[in-house]
């Protein structure tokens, strides 16, 4: 439980950001060669993936006291955060360029700003991307949850990522990490991990 | 009035930190692989919602001494305000011994209580009048649902599932249930927080609870127990007999290297 080298500011940050995602890498963009440099910084955990794809690289700005960085954890608990962190600023430092780290908690973090191409290479590495997050209240979607089985009917089902069969059981809530489910394909009989929506 | 406002901080916290820790305890031990991972996972999630929590607290109190270190691993008993459900052992026994077997069905009767309420009182406080409140709040419903999810399809599972089975988990549901009459015992520190809008109001949630609880518990083919019992107090800092070993495995390390970074 080390404090981080680079404190959080959330608040301080939350006021100049917009609610979603900003996966923003566009070549007019004041900061593009930054973004670029970022795009070498994977998921630790999922190293096919880098951050902006994962719609946890929020921003990248210009402050009176240098260059900022703005990047949303995931799950509360993940211990890929403070690695995603160092990683960072490493990958700028090795291009000879110094920036500051904030993570920002507000708006939290959700699956639904994963980018496209993100989604299909977690399902090329074979990750079952996630289902749009719920909406509503949380109860409803508890209760959503687990009549999903038991109904039968309206099931949102998980496409396998090997032979792509929708034929597929879940084994477990959770799997190797906190943000994977573990599923079965029924079809061809491969185990495999389902990215829970957040 | 801070003062409180700090307190209900360290009551979330201390909340988070002991389920988490007593979650933690299978590590290694769980019954089958998957909710031996489904458990580390969940102490994970709970842990970084203690440290948020920590942190803020740090924040809160600018006394430049606090830390998420120092309020995790260098309180007492006494200083501890979390609900007294969540030190128990995972174990129906009367006198149970932290190294005495566990039992499966009390860690998913207890995540299940507390899941359930707990969205409840994450949703209410994604409105918090503090705003890194809200925020943490915002994170922490989205990872509890899950947790409940977990306890609630395990609760039918046993519940519903074979002689012994049953009645273990209807063992567990009688011996943990006089225990959330806290929940929702008001306290001084929340009818202040309440009042301040930093914090919810349990009381208007019980309904809620109720319901989640009971469709939980007939499908599950259980019973409820009967209301009534001692009413434990945690969230004020007066706990059972357990909580003092629970922090003595959780703190030794820290308080045998103080400061120590690695």
Known sequence: MQADATPSQANAASAALPDGPIALKKPNDAFYTTWSLLESVTDPEIPVVNLREMGILRAVRQTATGLEVVITPTYSGCPAMSQMQDDVVNALSRAGVAARVLTQIAPAWSTDWMTPEGREKLRAYGIAPPHPSGCGSPVANVIQFSSKRAAGGAELTVACPQCGSHNTTETSHFGSTACKALYRCLDCLEPFDYFKPY | ?262
């Open chain 2, 1 to 262: 009035m801070a003062a409180y406002f700090q307190d209900y901080l360290l009551h979330l916290a201390d909340n988070a930190v002991i389920l988490g820790q007593r979650n933690a305890e299978w590590c290694g031990h769980g019954p089958v692989l998957e909710e031996d991972l489904a458990l580390a996972n969940n102490s994970l999630d709970l842990i970084g919602q203690a440290r948020l929590l920590y942190q803020h607290v740090a924040t809160v109190r600018k006394d430049g001494k606090s830390s998420e270190d120092l309020l995790a691993y260098f309180r007492d008993v006494p200083e501890f305000k979390n609900y007294t459900l969540l030190e128990l052992p995972h174990s129906t026994a009367l006198a149970p011994t932290t190294s005495g077997d566990r039992d499966y069905a009390v860690t998913i009767g207890r995540n299940f209580l507390y899941s359930a309420l707990m969205v409840l009182v994450w949703e209410g406080l994604k409105a918090s009048a503090d705003a890194q409140l809200a925020a943490i709040a915002s994170k922490s419903l989205k990872e509890t649902q899950y947790h409940l999810r977990h306890a609630h399809d395990w609760l039918l599972r046993l519940g519903d599932g074979t002689d012994t089975s049953h009645a273990k988990m209807q063992a567990a549901i009688n011996h943990l249930m006089p225990y959330t009459q806290e929940f929702f015992t008001p306290s001084a520190m929340e009818t202040a927080v309440t009042k301040t809008g930093q914090g919810v109001d349990t009381g208007p949630l019980q309904a809620a609870w109720n319901a989640m609880v009971d469709e939980a518990l007939t499908q599950a083919t259980l019973t409820r127990p009967a209301p009534g019992g001692f009413v434990t107090t945690g969230k004020t800092g007066v706990h059972s007999e357990h909580l003092g070993f629970v922090l003595a495995e959780m703190q030794s390390l820290a308080r045998a290297h103080p400061e120590a970074v690695w």
